[in-house]
């Protein structure tokens, strides 16, 4: 069977991080732990997200079950969709499904239910969205984090992920608790990309100003080698969990 979420809003991960709207790979990963603990559930595939700069519209897995648990399972995915289409207002086109699929023959290998349970704790554990706001500007995001991309190469899965901010600190702090969420997980983290751009660039990574800004920058804030990530390379984290 597979479990898909689709319909989402989706958007840009620095210019739209703020407003709020779901991730499909939260969510895939938030229903596979509710359907796991509904019934016997057997996890072969995830996949999720397109782009690291951009928040997941759409994500799948393929699973597999007895049976006699599809309606519990069918039951309670319904339940998850409604839960979320509540929790994401801004989330009118929200689908979340379970349903009979063809798959590839040979279909797919299972993962173990260990193997399965260290990915989707993993992806619960990881953070995504806004972690601080600015506190010198009206809604300027300060920190923030985007779980970007879930997919299978070859025989392990890698998930990448994308780290912002204006403040040093607060950019290490948001890659540190990554890096701390995929040990526990077992899995090995990469760094892609460290940027250290003018305050130009800075300004951009970080999306468009508001129009009422309360007071200027405080000084020294905007001097070249500010830290942060810009829009095109971000400090990007990738994870081979398991081989």
Not at 40 to 46: C, I, V
Not at 71 to 76: A, G, V
Not at 215 to 224: H, N, Q
Request: charged residues 20%; hydrophobic residues 40%; glycine residues 6%.
């Amino acid at each position: 069977m597979q479990l898909t979420v689709g319909g989402l809003r989706g958007g840009h991960s620095g210019i739209d991080i703020h407003r709020h709207r779901a991730n499909a790979n939260k969510l895939l990963a938030r229903t596979l732990h509710a359907l796991t603990r509904a019934g016997d559930l057997r996890l072969a595939t995830f996949s999720g997200g397109t782009k690291r700069n951009a928040i997941p519209r759409n994500a799948a897995a393929v699973v597999a079950c007895r049976p006699e648990a599809v309606d519990t399972l069918r039951r309670q995915t319904a339940q998850c969709a409604a839960e979320y289409r509540c929790e994401f207002p801004s989330e009118p086109a929200l689908d979340l499904r379970l349903t009979d699929a063809s798959v590839a023959d040979p279909a797919p290998a299972a993962m173990t239910p260990e193997d399965a349970a260290l990915l989707v704790n993993l992806l619960l554990a990881l953070p995504h969205g806004v972690a601080q706001m600015a506190p010198d500007f009206a809604d300027l995001v300060l920190t923030s984090s985007n779980l970007a991309i879930v997919a299978a190469a070859e025989d392990r899965m890698t998930i990448t992920t994308s780290q912002r901010s204006l403040s040093r600190n607060g950019l290490d702090a948001m890659s540190d608790q990554v890096r701390a969420a995929a040990a526990l997980a077992g899995a090995r983290t990469h760094t892609d990309s460290d940027y250290l751009p003018g305050p130009r660039t800075r300004l951009a990574a970080a999306g468009p100003l508001p129009r009422h800004l309360p007071r200027p920058l405080p000084p020294g804030a905007g001097g070249a080698g500010h830290p942060c990530r810009d829009r095109v390379r971000h400090h990007r984290q990738a994870y081979p969990a398991w081989t």
